[in-house]
């Protein structure tokens, strides 16, 4: 029985290891946005002005649209740029990583290198949509 085993200089850095490293640190930093969204909700005055669901729902994506309909009295610190960017990093992150997802799991059942080419480009073309679609979203959303 061999043991194929090959230190790091021999493997080198491909594409393929940077996208693995990329899903494993975007999901860490999910986790951490949400965590910052949820905190900054307490701090914010959710604990006493929101259930436990309105305070989750803004944890997982910072939208003004999430709080305009709570019972919070001013709703102005709430909507300023830091938790657009909040809002935006976590989308980007999320989009990202879900794609990518998408085509490890594709890969393993489209061998041909054409399949995979159009796979990956239609990826490509998913990410660039659904980034704008939510950032959109996210900047120009006006509660009435």
């Given at each position: 029985?061999?043991?194929?085993?090959?230190?790091?200089?021999?493997?080198?850095?491909?594409?393929?290891?940077?996208?693995?490293?990329f899903t494993r640190f975007s999901?860490?930093?999910m986790y951490l946005l949400i965590l910052v969204g949820?905190?900054?909700?307490?701090?914010?005055?959710?604990r006493t002005h929101m259930n436990m669901a309105d305070v989750l729902r803004w944890g997982f994506m910072p939208n003004i649209s999430h709080v305009s309909n709570t019972e919070l009295v001013d709703i102005a610190p709430w909507e300023t740029i830091f938790w657009q960017l909040i809002g935006s990093a976590l989308l980007l992150l999320a989009v990202s990583h879900g794609v990518h997802g998408l085509v490890s799991i594709v890969d393993d059942?489209?061998?041909?290198?054409g399949g995979r080419?159009?796979?990956r480009l239609i990826s490509i073309v998913m990410v660039a949509f659904f980034s704008l679609v939510g950032l959109g979203i996210l900047w120009n959303y006006k509660p009435f």
């Open positions: 029985m061999s043991d194929r085993k090959l230190d790091f200089k021999q493997r080198g850095l491909n594409f393929e290891m940077l996208m693995w490293i999901a860490l930093g949820i905190i900054g909700a307490m701090v914010m005055g959710a059942y489209i061998t041909t290198p080419k159009i796979v």
